[in-house]
């Protein structure tokens, strides 16, 4: 009896140990977060707007960081491949998303695109960053403000507008205002904004509404001119061009880029990767990069990053269920 007792209280006593070393094995590689590199995914090709965004910050956060952060494109699936990188990935940390907001809320957008995962199997990290869509017509149109398309659209409806399709914000916004002013606009669904400028260098159609990041060599070229853009703050690199909300047509949908990371990502860690993107959003060099790629800095914290998922995928569901682009 006296033996039996004895082993008990060694098991007892190996088990509480083990339990130690476990419990401080997950606290040391929390608390010594990174010792290795951290991968970035980007669901675009390399170049573009959204995958140079995420090439400065990576470059910031390795300053901070002291370990490689290394951008990976995959590319495919209407953002769909990048994104379950993300969603499949171990949360610890080592492998996080710069996402627009279709890759985050994949399920919002699923009468398009098939997705493996859903916004449940991600847990959104930071808002960083918003492209300033802007609305543009050839130089020698002669339209000169926003105001004076709108009144010519009214009275001749059909005017051909260049977007990226219905799933776009730049879609979004064209159907919203023709149903509060009655613009009879007509969109026209590009693959690409190439595509879309080349359509309204060509004359095929009358407007394009674009990210301004591919406009802005025919802009300071002065073959196209911009009226407004389709944001709520104006961007420093356009000055003298309003938004929309300044001229008072609301602008429902704001896409936003951040940071993403598998869901599970310890507390911690969260809190850790949000301070940073938070402190590099500050910094004067991350800034100057940011507006050379003609985006405007947009920082959201955890909880604001995680309300403005939520909000915009119950607006365009609704949006969508309006339009009839609901899988039945």
């Keep these: 009896m006296e033996s039996t007792g004895a082993n008990r209280a060694i098991c007892l006593l190996i088990g509480f140990l083990l339990m130690g070393l476990s419990w401080t094995g997950s606290d040391a590689a929390s608390t010594d977060y990174p010792n290795r590199a951290v991968t ?8 573009g707007v959204t995958d140079l965004a995420a090439r400065a910050l990576a470059e910031a956060m390795e300053k901070h960081l002291k370990q490689p952060v290394v951008v ?3 590319v495919g699936g209407a953002t769909t491949i990048g994104g379950y990188a993300v969603a499949s990935a171990k949360p610890d940390g080592y492998t996080l998303g710069f996402f627009p907001v279709a890759t985050s809320i994949p399920e919002a957008f699923e009468y398009f695109q098939e997705a493996p995962y859903s916004s449940k199997d991600l847990r959104p990290v930071s808002g960083v960053t918003t492209p300033v ?6 130089d020698d149109a002669s339209w000169h403000s926003f105001k ?7 009275k001749n409806p059909g005017m051909k507008v260049g977007t990226g399709g219905k799933q776009t914000l730049q879609y979004m916004f064209m159907t919203t205002l023709n149903r509060t002013h009655k613009t009879g606009f007509v969109g026209i669904p590009f693959p690409g904004d190439p595509q879309n400028v080349s359509a309204l260098l060509g004359g ?3 407007v394009s509404m674009m990210d301004y990041s591919s406009l802005k060599p025919l802009v300071d070229a002065k073959k196209l001119r911009v009226l407004a853009t389709i944001t709520e703050k104006r961007a420093d690199f356009l000055p003298t061009t309003p938004t929309v909300t300044e001229l008072g047509y609301p602008v429902r949908f704001v896409s936003v880029l951040g940071v993403t990371a598998p869901r599970g990502l310890p507390d911690d860690l969260l809190l850790r990767l949000d301070s940073l993107v938070a402190r590099i959003c500050a910094e004067p060099d991350f800034q100057t990069k940011i507006r050379n790629t003609a985006l405007l800095i947009h920082y959201q914290n955890t909880a604001a990053y995680q309300a403005h998922l939520a909000t915009y995928k119950e607006n365009v569901l609704a949006f969508f269920k309006e339009e009839g682009l609901v899988k039945k």
């Design 133 to 138: 869509f802007a609305i543009v017509v050839r």
């Design 40 to 47: 970035m995914i980007v669901p675009y090709p390399a170049g």
């Design 148 to 154: 004076d398309l709108v009144e010519h659209a009214r």
């Design 204 to 206: 095929h159609t009358s």
């Design 72 to 74: 990976l494109n995959k």
